[in-house]
């Protein structure tokens, strides 16, 4: 399996001897006329990849703080359509990877080959579906083969080896470790077992591990950023883009690159 651009950015990133950041953030909160000025300044800010949420009607893994956005991109008639349509204005300028995370609804409804083509048009790197689960997923995984698109796993902490073993070996992109038993938000901590979970994923995996759910401070980006390839942070950015705070969005960034 040949290595996806995703993959190479993150590498590249470790290589310099920081630890990939990505932030999420809601396409369509605020109108789609601003995804393109945050995603600029998120990739100003020194993000390794950004992941872009697709509002959904019904989502399960999302928190509070991701739900009520996505909520408000949907009063505005966001759709998968008209963001793949928004970004083709400006992918050029965009020079990290961009990751889709998408419930499979919306792709199904867009048409699964016609999404995998209009993906790979405007330079999407990655897609994540968390609500479909290994043994579905290669109605999608077929229609991404040859494509520099990477469908991107989950892994809870609930996963044994041997199924953590099977995600593994079809994973793209970066393996997604979820550092928390629930949704997406803030967490005052995490559990014990956080530590031994991350380097079991990390033996099992050729391709860089990231953990994200609940990751909400400078402090949390570091400390869990030193057991991972690097971290995920979705509600903290939003809030911040909600209330513009970008100096706390560049604190989160930075953090990353600290010398651990």
């Known amino acids: 399996m040949r290595k996806k651009r995703l993959t190479e950015a993150i590498v590249a990133c470790n290589n310099h001897g920081e630890k990939a950041f990505i932030p999420y953030l809601m ?18 800010a020194g993000a390794t990849a950004i992941e872009l949420g697709i509002p959904f009607s019904d989502p399960v893994a999302d928190g509070t703080t991701i739900q009520l956005a996505g ?25 990290v990877p961009l990751v889709l995370m998408t419930y499979f609804n919306p792709i199904l409804s867009y ?17 994540i ?3 479909l689960p290994l043994e579905e997923s290669d109605i999608l995984r077929k229609a991404l083969v040859g494509t520099d698109v990477a469908l991107v796993p989950l892994v809870s902490l609930t996963s044994q080896p041997k ?6 070996a079809v994973a793209e992109g970066f393996i997604y470790a979820v550092t928390v038993n629930g949704i997406t938000g803030r967490s005052d901590g995490f559990g014990e077992q ?5 380097a079991e994923i ?10 994200g759910f609940g990751i909400s401070t400078a402090e949390q980006v570091e400390s ?8 995920i942070v979705g509600s903290a950015i939003v809030e911040a883009f909600c209330h513009h705070d970008l100096d706390k969005i560049q604190k989160l960034i930075q953090a990353s690159k600290r010398k651990l």
Do not use: M, W
């Open 224 to 231: 869990v950023a030193a057991l991972a390839n690097g971290v």
């Open 111 to 127: 048409g699964i080959d016609q999404f995998a083509v209009d993906c790979e048009r405007i330079g999407i790197g990655g897609v």
């Open 71 to 95: 909520e408000r991109a949907l009063a505005k008639g966001t759709t998968l359509r008209l963001i793949i349509k928004e970004i083709e204005t400006f992918y050029q300028e965009i020079k």
């Open 163 to 168: 199924r953590i073993a099977k995600i593994a």
């Open 129 to 131: 579906v968390p609500d």
């Open 27 to 44: 396409a369509g909160d605020g109108g789609l006329e601003t995804l393109k000025p945050k995603l600029l300044f998120l990739q100003g």
């Open 194 to 198: 956080l530590e031994e979970h991350l």
């Open 202 to 211: 990390r033996e099992q995996s050729s391709i860089p591990v990231l953990a």
